[in-house]
């Protein structure tokens, strides 16, 4: 069994900062990538950041600047700072994680349940 729990949403006014973590539990052998996505109403499921095991990071164009990814190995944890957060980062954030369980030979993709991040003023 394996989960990922996100937590840090809220909300928050425009030109502010929230912090999202994710942290993977369960039989974990190892973790590849991990990865933040959100979802606004109406819309497709987006990519907004992913982090590599080595730390090498890639954002989407929309938050380059803006948001920060990082993880801490040790503990099975991806971060996300969000700040100067602007009206159209409302959405739901989602964590994915690449994890290869203990006595599995792949790594396979699993996602939390979501944490609503609402910009407003």
């Known amino acids: 069994q394996v989960q990922l729990v996100e937590s840090g949403g809220g909300l928050v006014q425009p030109g502010g900062s929230l912090r999202l973590s994710c942290a993977a539990s369960?039989?974990?052998?190892?973790?590849?990538?991990m990865g933040w996505y959100r979802q606004a109403p109406g819309k497709q499921r987006e990519l907004v950041a992913v982090i590599t095991s080595g730390g090498s990071a890639t954002y989407a164009d929309s938050v380059l600047g803006r948001f920060t990814i990082s993880r801490d190995n040790a503990k099975n944890t991806v971060y996300l700072q969000m700040d100067l957060l602007k009206l159209e980062d409302t959405a739901v954030y989602y964590c994915q994680a690449g994890i290869r369980r203990v006595g599995s030979l792949a790594h396979y993709n699993y996602w939390g349940q979501g944490t609503q991040v609402t910009v407003s003023s």
């Open positions: 369960g039989t974990i052998f190892s973790i590849n990538a």
